[in-house]
């Protein structure tokens, strides 16, 4: 198995784990412990394991401080900010809307690539990210009523989109910095930080959680978030950002929304419709076609063997 294929299916587990996640966080926040509660213990506990595991894994590096500020601003692009609007508008919009607002990760990935990276936007591409987010548009525009399951589903909303513009830059910080530290190095410091950004926020709903009064069902939701979505899905997702172009990882965002839908229709927390199926199969369709070569990728590959 090449390096790539690796790195292609780290990437199609986060979309997976980050997918249940939407419902599985659903599920205790904001009933049973406020978002920023739960977005402290994540990074607590994550932060934690990593620092854990760095003593018996991984190289000893040590992190020059002139580094640390480009650290610190990755962990708040991709830790601190990110986790904070991403619980936050969970708790007030449905699991549904909230994974398809995610699919606009790709297009400003692919913006910024193209401004930064200088990477190249070729016809199949922007035709592919076009629909993916026409899919996803249309499923935000038939979810935009307060219900029974999300409160204030337009600040819910815009609180995701502002969490999916903070991944974006993250998934750059994080290609520039893991050409540079290994995996657990990397990890530990991003989530040193993260601690220190969420704990203001956090530390008061975080103490404020009845653990001992809590159901099984609600301790086992947590555990998921911290340990899948969380620690699992930014140790595979680190991996696949070393192999493949950000735009590439970013794509991979247009699974969550179909994935999400199938799991909030089948714990009962939502419910799919005709159009909302019809939306998902543009959204593939968007995924298929951006990350479908161009002649002159294609021409560049063979050239190459």
Avoid at 49 to 67: D, T
Avoid at 289 to 299: I, R, V
């Amino acid at each position: 198995m090449t390096k790539r294929q690796v790195a292609l299916i780290c990437a199609t587990f986060v979309a997976l784990f980050y997918a249940i996640n939407f419902s599985s966080a659903k599920e205790v926040t904001p009933e049973h412990i406020g978002p920023f509660g739960l977005t402290w213990y994540r990074v607590v506990f994550t932060c934690a394991i990593f620092w854990i595991i760095s003593i018996f894994a991984g190289p000893k590096e040590k992190v020059p401080f002139k580094e640390l500020p480009l650290i610190a601003l990755a962990a708040f692009c991709g830790v601190g900010f990110n986790m904070i609007t991403f619980m936050w508008g969970l708790s007030l919009t449905t699991p549904i809307t909230a994974s398809v607002l995610m699919v606009t990760t790709p297009i400003i990935v692919a913006v910024l690539s193209a401004i930064f990276l200088k990477e190249r936007l070729h016809f199949w591409k922007v035709l592919g990210i076009g629909l993916g987010f026409s899919g996803a548009a249309f499923l935000i525009l038939l979810s935009s009523n307060p219900n029974q399951v999300g409160a204030d589903p337009l600040m819910g909303n815009i609180l995701i989109f502002l969490n999916a513009l903070s991944y974006s830059f993250y998934i750059l910080l994080a290609k520039k910095l893991t050409a540079k530290y290994h995996v657990f190095t990397l990890m530990k410091w991003l989530y040193f930080f993260g601690v220190l950004f969420i704990t203001p926020f956090g530390i008061q709903q975080g103490l404020g959680f009845d653990v001992a009064n809590a159901s099984s069902h609600v301790i086992l939701n947590i555990a998921y978030v911290v340990i899948f979505a969380t620690f699992g899905t930014y140790m595979l997702n680190i991996i696949a950002i070393r192999t493949l172009k950000p735009s590439v990882v970013a794509v991979f965002v247009y699974l969550q929304p179909l994935l999400a839908a199938l799991i909030a229709v089948g714990l009962g927390t939502d419910q799919m419709t005709w159009v909302k199926a019809g939306a998902g199969m543009v959204i593939f369709l968007g995924v298929y076609l951006a990350g479908k070569k161009s002649k002159k990728e294609l021409a560049r590959i063979e050239s190459s063997k």
